[in-house]
Each structure stands twice: as structure tokens, then as C-alpha cells.
């Protein structure tokens, strides 16, 4: 199977977060932390389950900040509407409202206000935590459907590959744009903008205090 | 893990890591390597379009596997573990060194240019670029490009002077 084409075309590819000037600026929009925001891409129900389950996936915790502190769903939400190719676009917005209903189904209530971090960390162990079997066959479903999509047939979609496939491309954003926003970057990974030395034999302990480095 | 605290821990801190080397050879100047123009074949302004006929040979091929034998073998002697090899195909064009087809020589029969980047048959005519090196060496051709056009533009400026051009 051409997996990789088919990945290609049904939006998978949407993890890695490349640096523009766009994506500068969304970072410097983030941090301004005005009151009242309004998402550009997501509904303002979907940018509220996306926020609960960034948040399940980079809390805060005690040395770190979270998703959440640092705006990432208002970056995330600016990066899908201004940044993100039309194709990747098209599927999350087939997708997201697949995964709302699927947590809400699996939480077993109506109202996204209803949802509690338990429901979300439920919606995120059925998906991020499903055997490789699971995965590997939601692949092939979800390939085997573009593919077919791609020769003009139209068939229903396979909701929990589309989900899982959504949910993982969330995930992928969210950590790309956590490891690219400011603090993060800069003081919580090593930070070296200007390198000027190499030591060609130090522990990872000396040279970066056990951190990956923030710029490579 | 997947997610949640421990998840966003091992994301700060440095993971696997891996080393790879890669070879470089040098394309012989192969006479069977060549572009020609297709008269049957007209673009959209009624020219011919260019039939781009190259490909590397036994030498080449050779070469690869020695590359990859010798890479493995530094590797390994150098301390590595874990080592593999590998041969991706290669198609000239992908490493980006432009040069070939208005070959350099003596002969006017088997060459385009003279050696000093002049047209045998019109000596009017220099071509500068990399056209005059029909071999794509290992390294990086720029320099020599620009070392070979200085020497072209001195002796045409010379020839001009005597009235010759």
C-alpha cells in the first residue's frame, strides 16, 4: 500500500511546526494574553476540547508550565487557519467534529462544559495508549478509505481512525509548538542562540543540565 | 507514556541519537552522458526541448559499495555500534553541481570549448559556467567555476585589446 501517499493526502502530515514569520508573529500574538479571544480556525466549542486535551497531554506541573499557560491552543488554532496546507485543513475539519462526538459519547454526557480531565485522559488512553494492532489497523482503515476517496468513491468515514489520526496530528502540534514558544525555548531547554564552543566530550548533565538543546 | 507529565518530561530531554556519513565520488566524464535538443518535441514557444540523457556507470556503481564498505568500516573502528549501511539510488541532478555538456579540449571534433572557455567555432562566444567541466568532481565545483570565468573574461579582455575578437 502507498502509505506514505496516502498519509500525504488525508492530513497526517501536520505535526512538525516549520519556523516562519507567520508562526513568529502567532507566538508574539500568544503571549500578549488579551481576554477575550476569539479562534479563527476552530469552532469556539472545538478550541475548548482542544484545550482540555492539550492539557491532559503537557499539564502543568511543578517545573514545567503546560500547554495551557502558554496559549498553545490560540497558537495552534492561528496555525491551522494561516499556515496549514488547504489538505490538512480539509480534514480537520472533517475530523474534529468526530472526536468531540466521540468524547462526548464515551464520557457519556451532552455538554462539553460537563467534561472533567478524567473524561479527556479516558478519550486519551483509548487512542494515544491503543495497542500496536489498534493503531496499525486504524492506518490501513484510514488509507484504505483515502485511497478510495482519492478514485471518487464515497464512503463513510472511519470514524476512530479519523479520530486517532486527529488526535495524534494534536498531539504532534502541540508538542512542536510547547518546545517552540518562548519559555519552553528559551528557559527551559538549553539555550545557546550564539554557540560559541564546542567540547567534544562532556555529559549530557555538564553541557545541558540533562536538557535537550532548545536551537539545532 | 503517550501523554500526560512523564510524556511532557521526556520531550525536554535529549533522546536517541544516531550518526551517518555519507560518500562522495566523482562522475567520469562519460562520452555516452549527454543533452541533446529534441526537434520533434517543441515547447510552448515552438523551441526544441532538451533531452537530458545521463546516468552514472560501472565506475560509479563500484564506487558506492566501496564507499559504504569503507564509512562502515571507519565507523566501526572509530568506536560506533550498531552500524548499518545503506545505498539510496542515485540520479545525477541530485547532488546540485551543475557542469558537463560544452566539454573543454584541444580537438575540435570532441570538444565544444578551447581552453580558455572560448567556442572552437565561434571565438566570440565564451561560455563560463560549469558547461566546461564534463567530470563532476567530489567537491564543490563554485569556486573553480569562478576561478576558470576570471581567467576567460582576462583573456578575452587581452584578445579584444590586439583586435583579435
Given at each position: 500500500?502507498q502509505?506514505?501517499t496516502?498519509?500525504k493526502?488525508i492530513g497526517l502530515?501536520?505535526g512538525a511546526?516549520a519556523?516562519?514569520s507567520t508562526?513568529?508573529s502567532?507566538?508574539?500574538?500568544c503571549?500578549?494574553?488579551?481576554?477575550v479571544?476569539?479562534?479563527?480556525?476552530?469552532?469556539s466549542?472545538q478550541a475548548?476540547?482542544?484545550s482540555k486535551i492539550?492539557?491532559?497531554?503537557?499539564p502543568?506541573?511543578?517545573?514545567?508550565?503546560?500547554?495551557?499557560?502558554?496559549?498553545?491552543?490560540?497558537?495552534?488554532?492561528?496555525?491551522?487557519a494561516l499556515v496549514s496546507?488547504?489538505e490538512?485543513?480539509?480534514?480537520?475539519?472533517?475530523s474534529l467534529p468526530?472526536?468531540?462526538?466521540?468524547?462526548?459519547e464515551g464520557a457519556?454526557?451532552?455538554?462539553?462544559?460537563?467534561?472533567?480531565?478524567?473524561?479527556?485522559?479516558a478519550?486519551l488512553?483509548r487512542?494515544?495508549?491503543?495497542?500496536k494492532a489498534?493503531?496499525?489497523?486504524?492506518w490501513?482503515?484510514?488509507?484504505?478509505?483515502?485511497?478510495?476517496k482519492e478514485?471518487?468513491?464515497?464512503?463513510?468515514?472511519p470514524?476512530?481512525?479519523?479520530?486517532h489520526?486527529?488526535i495524534?496530528?494534536?498531539?504532534?502540534?502541540a508538542v512542536?509548538a510547547?518546545?517552540n514558544s518562548?519559555?519552553?525555548?528559551?528557559?527551559?531547554?538549553a539555550?545557546a542562540p550564539?554557540p560559541?564552543?564546542?567540547k567534544?566530550c562532556v555529559s549530557i548533565e555538564?553541557?545541558t543540565?540533562g536538557r535537550?538543546?532548545?536551537?539545532y | 507514556?503517550?501523554y500526560?507529565?512523564?510524556?511532557?518530561?521526556?520531550?525536554?530531554?535529549?533522546?536517541?541519537w544516531?550518526i551517518?556519513?555519507n560518500g562522495?565520488?566523482e562522475v567520469?566524464?562519460?562520452?555516452e552522458n549527454?543533452m541533446?535538443?529534441?526537434?520533434?518535441?517543441l515547447d510552448?514557444?515552438?523551441?526544441?526541448?532538451?533531452?537530458?540523457?545521463?546516468t552514472?556507470?560501472?565506475?560509479?556503481?563500484n564506487m558506492?559499495?566501496?564507499?559504504?564498505?569503507q564509512?562502515m568500516?571507519?565507523?566501526?573502528?572509530a568506536?560506533?555500534?550498531?552500524?548499518?549501511?545503506?545505498?539510496?539510488e542515485?540520479?545525477?541532478?541530485?547532488?546540485?553541481?551543475?557542469m558537463?555538456?560544452?566539454?573543454?579540449g584541444?580537438?575540435?571534433?570532441t570538444?565544444?570549448?578551447n581552453?580558455?572557455?572560448?567556442?572552437?567555432?565561434?571565438?566570440?562566444?565564451?561560455?563560463?559556467?560549469?558547461?566546461a567541466?564534463?567530470?563532476s568532481?567530489n567537491?564543490?565545483?563554485?569556486l573553480?567555476?569562478m576561478?576558470?570565468t576570471?581567467r576567460?573574461?582576462?583573456?578575452?579582455?587581452?584578445?579584444l585589446?590586439?583586435m583579435?575578437?
Amino acid at each position: 500500500m502507498q502509505r506514505r501517499t496516502a498519509l500525504k493526502n488525508i492530513g497526517l502530515s501536520f505535526g512538525a511546526v516549520a519556523l516562519s514569520s507567520t508562526v513568529v508573529s502567532l507566538f508574539e500574538s500568544c503571549q500578549t494574553g488579551e481576554g477575550v479571544w476569539t479562534p479563527k480556525f476552530f469552532t469556539s466549542q472545538q478550541a475548548d476540547l482542544v484545550s482540555k486535551i492539550i492539557d491532559v497531554i503537557l499539564p502543568t506541573t511543578d517545573n514545567t508550565p503546560g500547554a495551557n499557560d502558554l496559549n498553545l491552543t490560540q497558537f495552534m488554532d492561528g496555525y491551522m487557519a494561516l499556515v496549514s496546507s488547504p489538505e490538512d485543513k480539509e480534514f480537520a475539519k472533517m475530523s474534529l467534529p468526530i472526536v468531540s462526538k466521540l468524547t462526548l459519547e464515551g464520557a457519556g454526557k451532552e455538554k462539553f462544559s460537563e467534561l472533567t480531565n478524567e473524561d479527556i485522559d479516558a478519550l486519551l488512553n483509548r487512542f494515544l495508549r491503543a495497542d500496536k494492532a489498534t493503531q496499525e489497523s486504524r492506518w490501513d482503515t484510514l488509507n484504505a478509505w483515502a485511497e478510495a476517496k482519492e478514485k471518487g468513491e464515497t464512503n463513510a468515514v472511519p470514524e476512530k481512525a479519523a479520530a486517532h489520526s486527529m488526535i495524534n496530528s494534536l498531539r504532534s502540534l502541540a508538542v512542536s509548538a510547547f518546545k517552540n514558544s518562548e519559555v519552553i525555548g528559551e528557559t527551559v531547554l538549553a539555550y545557546a542562540p550564539v554557540p560559541g564552543e564546542q567540547k567534544g566530550c562532556v555529559s549530557i548533565e555538564e553541557a545541558t543540565g540533562g536538557r535537550a538543546w532548545s536551537l539545532y | 507514556m503517550a501523554y500526560g507529565p512523564e510524556f511532557k518530561e521526556s520531550i525536554l530531554n535529549p533522546g536517541g541519537w544516531t550518526i551517518g556519513l555519507n560518500g562522495f565520488g566523482e562522475v567520469l566524464p562519460y562520452h555516452e552522458n549527454k543533452m541533446t535538443l529534441d526537434y520533434d518535441k517543441l515547447d510552448q514557444w515552438g523551441l526544441p526541448t532538451v533531452t537530458f540523457d545521463a546516468t552514472i556507470r560501472e565506475n560509479e556503481l563500484n564506487m558506492r559499495k566501496d564507499m559504504q564498505i569503507q564509512a562502515m568500516e571507519m565507523l566501526d573502528n572509530a568506536g560506533f555500534k550498531n552500524i548499518s549501511g545503506y545505498d539510496n539510488e542515485y540520479h545525477l541532478g541530485l547532488g546540485i553541481h551543475e557542469m558537463g555538456t560544452a566539454r573543454m579540449g584541444r580537438d575540435p571534433k570532441t570538444s565544444v570549448l578551447n581552453g580558455n572557455n572560448q567556442l572552437h567555432e565561434v571565438p566570440n562566444v565564451f561560455v563560463t559556467d560549469g558547461a566546461a567541466m564534463t567530470s563532476s568532481g567530489n567537491v564543490n565545483p563554485s569556486l573553480t567555476y569562478m576561478a576558470l570565468t576570471a581567467r576567460a573574461v582576462d583573456f578575452a579582455v587581452r584578445e579584444l585589446k590586439k583586435m583579435n575578437l
